[in-house]
């Protein structure tokens, strides 16, 4: 890809959906879709570092996956522990820095501390920093992110003294407080989101982070699509015309 088109991209966020249903049409079992779905993590991953896309964020588990029958979850969850040990070194190689987001609490300590320890012998890097959400869905983190400030009581309350006008003209800063908070803190938003699999929904993904967004829906299941797509998606957004509200 040309550099020029990655210049105005600095953040593209994947909804990896269609595993299930790409087994499935293959008489094969759920579980052969997520692995499939793993290894093409590694050549998206990849394929951003090498072609100047600053951060990529992945929806991987999601606070609603926990509904799912309890052997799938088990199964992924397996996966995600065996995809962090065995691509470290891949982060290593193409020096990506990892983040998750997400409350990773729920987990195993196992699994929690492969996550913690891979943060931080990646933090220095700066190809990429890619990005997995794991146990993680916008509306928790939002309620996470504002007990936090009602905890800490990170915002003042405004005095008798302060009329109603000037109060309102404050929402700019407690925007900025409530970013400050967000599992994101330390991201940019999203410039470009991409859900595979067909469906034309956001799943309660990045809700703050992709208010600016450019959408794009495609029917590929996410173990078919390949950098060649993510590619001509990219080309399609270097055409659109960001205005922001404005003119």
């Known amino acids: 890809m040309a550099k020029d088109l990655a210049t105005s991209l ?6 990896m959906d269609g595993n299930g249903r790409w087994a499935q049409m293959r008489g094969k079992g ?6 499939e779905g793993a290894k093409k993590v590694r050549e998206i991953t990849t394929w951003c570092a090498k072609n100047h896309i600053a951060y990529l964020t992945l929806y991987a ?14 199964f992924l969850l397996k ?15 193409h020096q990506i820095r990892f983040r998750a987001i997400g409350d990773i609490g729920a987990f195993s300590k196992t699994l929690q501390n492969l996550i913690t320890q891979l943060e931080s012998s990646t933090h220095s890097y700066t190809n990429l920093t890619q990005v997995l959400a794991l146990n993680y869905g916008s509306r928790d ?16 309350k405004p005095t008798q003294a302060q009329q109603m006008p000037q109060t309102l003209q404050k929402s700019s800063d407690i925007q900025a407080l409530i970013a400050k908070n967000l599992d994101t803190y330390d991201l940019p938003d999203v410039d470009l989101l ?6 034309q929904r956001l799943s309660n993904f990045l809700l703050w982070q992709a208010s600016y967004a450019e959408l794009y829906f495609s029917k590929t299941l996410f173990p078919d699509f390949g950098t060649r797509e993510l ?7 270097s055409k659109r015309v960001r205005r922001f509200g404005g003119l």
Do not use: C, M
């Open 194 to 199: 991409i859900r595979t699999g067909g469906e």
């Open 10 to 15: 600095s953040h593209i966020a994947i909804i």
């Open 61 to 74: 588990f999601s606070t609603e996956n926990w509904a799912r029958p309890k052997q799938e979850v088990d």
């Open 30 to 35: 759920r579980k052969a879709g997520h692995k």
């Open 231 to 237: 590619e001509r998606i990219i080309v399609d957004f």
């Open 141 to 156: 983190e939002l309620a996470r992110a504002f007990g936090k400030i009602l905890k800490s009581k990170q915002l003042s």
């Open 79 to 93: 996966l995600l522990e065996k995809y962090l040990k065995n691509e470290a070194k891949t982060y290593h190689k």
